[in-house]
Structures are given as structure tokens and as C-alpha cells.
């Protein structure tokens, strides 16, 4: 089975430009391991799309292999309208669309999530936090980025959660460059016909 390059994680170059007003963010859960092709299919429809992956390595039969699997594996992030919403359910790949009632929150968090992309920095997946310490990063070059911070294994990571899917993301962050914020409440999310 040959592995595939990364597809584009996000259509068109100035997605996190946009306003929620006029392009508001939609949560989409595809059919099994059909992200990859929905994004393709987007980019053909020239539809906004946000669809963050991971660069996984693995030794297979001795040699190095590379593959980009999604974050968030069933979902991609769609902005627009409904003639959008429309084009990406056409694929017939949605199992169904989620409604974002707070389209700032989301857009503020898959934002330092893309930062976090373009910065290089290696994400690792973990399982959603349950509500704990909020913490806004002070000093270096993510100052004034938020997140959560959990201990794992004896490192510090920040961790930048999708409250949304219930889904989080860590990248290592000395713990003194951080301080601590009030917490906020996560919003409800609703189904919404296609």
C-alpha cells in the first residue's frame, strides 16, 4: 500500500482571514478515513476548508515511511455559507454537519492550532481534558496564545483544545513561560440537517 503526501490542510491561504460573520465555521463528520478525499474534493469546489494533520512515521519491511493523517480523524472544518455546506454534503462523504454556536471560540482555537502548525512544532493528539487549569503563554514567541496545561509522562505540554469536538492537541512548553487564566465554560453543539 503506497502512503500518500500531505493534502492542503487549509483552502484557500487567508482561511483564518475571513470573517465568522460572513464565512462561519461548520463542523463536518465524514465517512471513515475519507477526510483526505473530501479535501481534495473542497479545493475542486473551491470551498474553505480547515483539515489539520500529522506527520506519522513508521519503519515498514526496513525502510522509513512518511504519512499525514488528520488530527482530528472523521472531521473537517468547513467555512461558508450554505451553497458550501451544500457543495461539501454533494461528495456524499458527510455523514452529518455539526452547527459552531460560538464561531469566535472555534475560530480562536483552530487558529493557534494552525500557528502551532506553521511554527513547526510537533503536535501530538491526546485524549479531551477534562475542565482544568487555562493558561495563557507570557514569553517567547507564542505570547498571548491560551491553552490548558497537563502533566504527562514528566513533561509539561500546552495543550490547545477544539472544545468543540471535545478533542486536544499538546506541544511541549516550559511551564514557567505560562500563566494562569480564568476558566471558561464549552458550548453545546447541535446537529443541523444537510
Do not use: C
Not at 507570557?138 to 504527562?152: D, K, M, S
Amino acid at each position: 500500500m503506497s502512503l500518500l503526501g500531505p493534502e492542503p490542510q487549509a483552502y484557500p491561504d487567508h482561511l483564518f482571514q475571513l470573517s465568522v460573520t460572513a464565512a462561519p465555521w461548520w463542523v463536518l463528520y465524514v465517512r471513515a478515513r475519507q477526510e483526505k478525499k473530501l479535501a481534495r474534493r473542497l479545493v475542486e469546489e473551491q470551498v474553505p476548508f480547515y483539515l489539520p494533520q500529522q506527520e506519522k512515521r513508521a519503519l515498514i519491511s526496513g525502510k522509513q515511511r512518511v504519512s499525514y493523517l488528520p488530527l482530528f480523524p472523521g472531521y473537517v472544518f468547513l467555512r461558508g455559507d450554505r451553497a458550501e455546506r451544500l457543495a461539501a454534503v454533494r461528495s456524499n462523504l458527510i455523514v452529518h454537519t455539526l452547527e459552531v454556536l460560538d464561531q469566535e471560540r472555534l475560530h480562536g482555537e483552530l487558529g493557534n492550532l494552525w500557528a502551532l502548525q506553521q511554527a513547526g512544532l510537533p503536535l501530538v493528539p491526546i485524549p479531551y481534558l477534562e475542565p482544568g487549569d487555562e493558561v495563557e503563554i507570557r514569553e517567547g514567541p507564542f505570547a498571548g496564545y491560551r491553552g490548558q496545561i497537563v502533566r504527562l509522562k514528566g513533561t509539561d505540554r500546552l495543550v490547545v483544545s477544539i472544545t468543540f469536538l471535545r478533542r486536544s492537541v499538546a506541544a511541549e512548553m516550559d511551564r514557567g513561560a505560562v500563566r494562569l487564566q480564568a476558566p471558561s465554560r464549552p458550548r453545546e453543539l447541535h446537529r443541523v440537517p444537510a
